[in-house]
């Protein structure tokens, strides 16, 4: 089998695709055998350009089924990191830079000829010289970076009676996964704090500080859209809490538990201190991450948990 | 697929198969629509008030009552009525099952099987023109079973127009080099017979029905494009030689052939496509060279089929227009006469013979040369509506009426042959035709019918004598539509000196228009039998001698026919999967702005984006920011948010145009 075509961006070229007649082609060849019998018996010269008509269809519509897929470009687009257990979206691209594109399909990989699959992930057409993307949904089983699947493209504009499809293309695309939160609502000792102002207020009420620039990680109200329209590229704002308090999530504090589920935990809690907007700081084995609040704080506490001990935890898409 | 995409589908479907179906209502019986036009319109109902599709008990007991019905109207499944009607009653109970992308298609590769049944009936260009349209709307259901969403419906019949053509050169190809195989593979072929007026007697008032009728019986083309003359273009038919006195007909006693043509000259080659006649007549032109084989040569050198002439059929043939023929050993049948041949007859044929004795030399021709002089000289009146004659209508035509066309003189000359003496005899045929330059050939109509009279030379043999032209020369000349003319402008035919004559046959513009409009449509349609619905192995043998390709196997020239195919593949393929180096219009405007700035010294680096571009212009040029903050502005509007809705490429261009940096 021939290597996947891999990369942030992927062209397929000729060399990339393969072509086979589908179930309805090869029921079309034995209409055409059938209208050729009966040409030949009734020495109909209409017969006869009728079935070389169709006959010389199916020739010609084998450029135009591989047409619709040639030259396309795929990346990948951003995705948005999700928790353990939910459905990790990686957004492919197309960039199309010739006429309309219909029918394309994105495929799971799997390992047999692709024309007898009946998967498919994702349909889509692509304008004329534009660009769409389609969301691919993966259930994101364990935590870490997620590679994006083993994909293919396959198409059987216009007549359905041929199949194209591309060699199979890794995009180098991961998508982050936190831990999966635990259950039980986590008594970080919080009690003792819980006489202090609680969630949400601070976000209405509190001061705004400052622009910075955005984090994907950001929640979108905060994003400083005004700026975006302007054309000065996202930003976010920045409030500054008053009544905050400050807690340590600890890594310690939850001894007795398997790491994994030590790990559930500091995530339950790091979503519950976020939530009660707290100013909360995390410490684990090798990585200790300073108490502030915010939304990029707390993805980067979730990306520590996400990464711990995970063998290659150095970002793939950086 | 969703519900709307679905009933779309299934309009499709439903406005092909009409279309595609229309046409059997003609040549199937019509109960065989009625599964389609039921199972439709529940299907139509299924998809837009939600009814319930049939069960698949239901479905199989309507298969079973379909073919029952079909083998008690048949008794058969095989040949074309009754294989047709079966498909057609497939094609209805179809629509009962239509829920998965495979029965959909299955429908329409049914559709264009009963596109192709279609030209079982007819192969005629208004058919083929009809079903041209039932193939691009199959190709376009196809597209929308295929690809519900993205395309407008006049954008599926493009793709549908865009297939066609593209396919066209192939489609030619295959069609000119696949191997032909003559005859058919089970001779399951049934043709209905054809019909012709063509009359192998001679009585009075039967070829005036031929007159009005302007049904093409044959068509010729000349080897060398000319026609010979008009005055010599009698296409010979049946040779009538005897007689009761009122009618003329063959003798079929006769069947050993030994009179032959001897010292042929003026050998001319053409090509003949005759429409089908039950008499299994060839009409030669003259008389035959060479004799096509499974054809029969007569007594009389006329040219006849075993059997009738059930379709349109084309043969080359030789003829000589000047030859002398051998000498029947038996005279007695081209002189006999019948026993109520009035005295005032013979006498007048007894003067004749009396003169040409006296006078001395060739004692027949002598004779024909009076017999045309008195034709000539009496008052004849050459007409298409002569009075009826009675018992001798020889004798009342020649003595009283003086009144006829073509048969009235034949009949006569031959009785006044016969009685001089000179052994005669009556032939019927073709006389002229009408030269289509469209399409270089002439078409020869029952209208043209004609008969003369031929009379044994002692030298020559055979001659023929023709008294119609001594009567009426312009009826040779001119045809006999100068006939029709003439009467249309109330004047007789041979009342006027040649010249006038020409004149007042001159056509008007108007009819001169409407004539060449009819020949060239009658052009298109003979090219189009000769191309596509007469297009047998001999004629695809022309084209492979060309090519060098005669006399090979069958497997030979599908493997050429494969190279080409391939060969003509790449090409399209390099064609159409060309680098495309294509800037959209939005592009292209925005470029241009980028020029008149790079003119006056801002030229956007490779990294900047057309918002950094645009900054940094204006912070040396702050003057310009409005102009380039709306241009830039458009810009990204229209080529990436695509809000551009109020914003058009108008206004960008107008933006440009207007910015003046200097």
């Not at chain 1, 198409?155 to 831990?179: A, Q």
């Not at chain 2, 009075?387 to 006044?416: I, M, N, Q, R, W």
Request: include cysteine; aromatic fraction near 10%.
């Amino acid at each position: 089998m021939r290597p996947a075509l891999q990369g942030s961006q992927v062209v397929l070229t000729q060399r990339s695709l393969y072509m086979l007649p589908t179930g309805a082609g090869w029921l079309f060849a034995v209409l055409l055998l059938v209208m050729l019998m009966t040409a030949m018996n009734y020495s109909n010269g209409l017969a006869y350009v009728l079935t070389f008509l169709l006959a010389a269809i199916a020739v010609v519509s084998m450029l135009f089924t591989h047409k619709n897929l040639h030259r396309l470009i795929i990346k990948a687009g951003p995705n948005i990191p999700v928790f353990t257990g939910s459905s990790a979206r990686f957004a492919i691209c197309f960039e199309n830079k010739q006429n309309q594109r219909l029918g394309i399909m994105v495929e799971p990989f799997v390992k047999i000829t692709p024309v007898f699959n009946k998967t498919v992930l994702a349909r889509t057409d692509i304008p004329d010289h534009g660009q769409v993307c389609v969301d691919i949904n993966v259930i994101a089983k364990k935590r870490g970076y997620l590679p994006m699947p083993t994909v293919l493209l396959s198409t059987r504009f216009p007549l359905g009676l041929l199949y194209t499809w591309s060699r199979r293309i890794s995009l180098d695309s991961h998508c982050l996964i936190y831990p999966e939160p635990a259950n039980q609502k986590i008594d970080l000792g919080l009690e003792q704090l819980s006489g202090a102002e609680h969630s949400g207020h601070h976000l209405q009420g509190d001061d705004f500080t400052g622009l910075r620039k955005y984090n994907i990680s950001d929640p979108p109200k905060h994003v400083h859209w005004k700026a975006v329209a302007r054309g000065r590229g996202m930003q976010t704002k920045i409030f500054s809490g008053r009544h905050s308090e400050i807690i340590w999530l600890d890594w310690k504090n939850f001894a007795g538990h398997e790491p994994e589920a030590r790990i559930s935990l500091l995530t339950r809690a790091v979503l519950d201190a976020d939530k009660a907007g707290l100013e909360y700081g995390l410490r684990i084995p090798g990585k200790i991450i300073h108490p502030t609040r915010s939304s990029l704080h707390r993805h980067e506490c979730l990306k520590a948990l996400a990464l711990f001990e995970v063998h290659s935890n150095t970002d793939p898409n950086d | 697929m969703t519900d709307t995409h679905a009933r779309i589908t299934v309009i499709w479907l439903i406005a092909t198969a009409s279309w595609v179906i229309l046409p059997y209502i003609f040549h199937l019986p019509v109960w065989a629509l009625l599964p389609f036009l039921f199972m439709a319109g529940w299907r139509y109902m299924i998809h837009a008030h939600g009814w319930r599709s049939p069960g698949r008990i239901v479905r199989l007991v309507l298969l079973l009552l379909a073919t029952l019905i079909i083998y008690q109207y048949y008794h058969t499944f095989l040949g074309r009525n009754a294989g047709l009607t079966f498909l057609l009653l497939l094609m209805g109970l179809k629509f009962s099952e239509l829920n998965a992308e495979r029965d959909r298609i299955l429908l329409v590769f049914i559709l264009f099987l009963l596109i192709l049944g279609n030209f079982l009936y007819s192969q005629s260009l208004w058919v083929a023109g009809y079903l041209v349209v039932a193939v691009i709307a199959c190709l376009a259901t196809l597209v929308q079973i295929q690809q519900p969403t993205g395309l407008t419906v006049k954008k599926q019949l493009f793709v549908a127009g865009k297939l066609i053509l593209a396919a066209l050169p192939f489609m030619l190809v295959m069609y000119f080099l696949f191997p032909r195989i003559s005859g058919g593979l089970w001779g399951l072929t049934n043709q209905n017979t054809a019909t012709s007026g063509f009359s192998e007697e001679l009585r009075p008032g039967s070829f005036s029905r031929l007159v009005e009728s302007r049904v093409p019986v044959f068509r010729v083309q000349f080897e060398r494009d000319q026609p010979p003359p008009a005055a010599l273009q009698y296409w010979r038919g049946a040779v009538l030689s005897d007689t009761d006195g009122r009618r003329w007909f063959q003798n079929k006693a006769v069947n050993s052939v030994n009179a032959q043509v001897i010292n042929g000259k003026q050998r001319v080659t053409y090509d003949v496509t005759l429409e089908p006649n039950k008499q299994g007549w060839l009409f030669p032109l003259d008389l035959p060279a060479n004799k096509p084989n499974r054809h029969i040569l007569s007594q009389g050198l006329t040219l006849k089929a075993r059997h009738a002439i059930s379709e349109r059929q084309r043969y080359r043939l030789q003829s000589y227009l000047s030859y002398d023929t051998t000498i029947p050993k038996q005279l007695d049948r081209y002189l006999a006469l019948p026993e109520q041949t009035s005295q005032r007859v013979r006498d007048l044929a007894n003067t004749w013979r009396k003169q040409a004795i006296g006078t001395g030399g060739n004692i027949n021709a002598a004779i024909v040369k009076q017999a045309m002089g008195y034709f000539r000289e009496q008052l004849f009146y050459y007409t298409l509506e002569p009075p009826l004659l009675g018992g001798d209508p020889v004798d009342e035509f020649l003595f009283e009426t003086k009144k006829g066309y073509c048969e009235h003189y034949a009949a006569a000359f031959v009785t006044l042959m016969r009685a001089a003496g000179v052994p005669a005899r009556v032939v019927v045929g073709f006389q002229g035709g009408e030269y289509n330059p469209a399409g270089k050939y002439l078409t020869v109509r029952q209208s043209d019918a004609h008969a003369w009279a031929e009379y044994l030379d002692q030298k020559k043999g055979w001659v023929r004598a023709d008294p119609t032209a001594a009567v009426a020369p312009s009826r040779i000349e001119y045809g006999i539509d100068s006939l029709r003319v003439m009467s249309e402008k109330g004047l007789g035919l041979d009342l006027l000196p040649g010249a006038a004559l020409r004149q007042s046959l001159a056509p008007g513009w108007l009819r001169d228009l409407g004539t060449g409009l009819r020949m060239r449509w009658d052009a298109v349609n003979f090219a189009w039998y000769r191309w596509v619905e007469d297009f047998n192995p001999q004629r695809q043998g022309q084209i492979l001698k060309k090519l060098g390709l005669l006399d090979t196997s069958w497997m030979l020239r599908v493997a050429v026919l494969t190279a080409i195919v391939i060969f003509m593949l790449a090409i399209f393929a390099a064609f159409i999967l060309r680098k495309e180096v294509t800037l959209d219009k939005t592009q292209k405007l925005y470029l241009s702005f980028c020029r008149k700035l790079a003119n006056v010294g801002f030229n956007r680096q490779l990294s900047e984006g057309p918002l950094s571009f645009a900054s940094r212009v204006k912070k040396t040029k702050p003057e310009w920011a409005a102009a380039i903050n709306k241009i830039t502005d458009y810009y990204i509007l229209l080529r990436y948010e695509n809000l551009g809705k109020n914003i058009t490429l108008k206004n960008l261009r107008l933006a440009i145009q207007q910015f003046k940096p200097l």
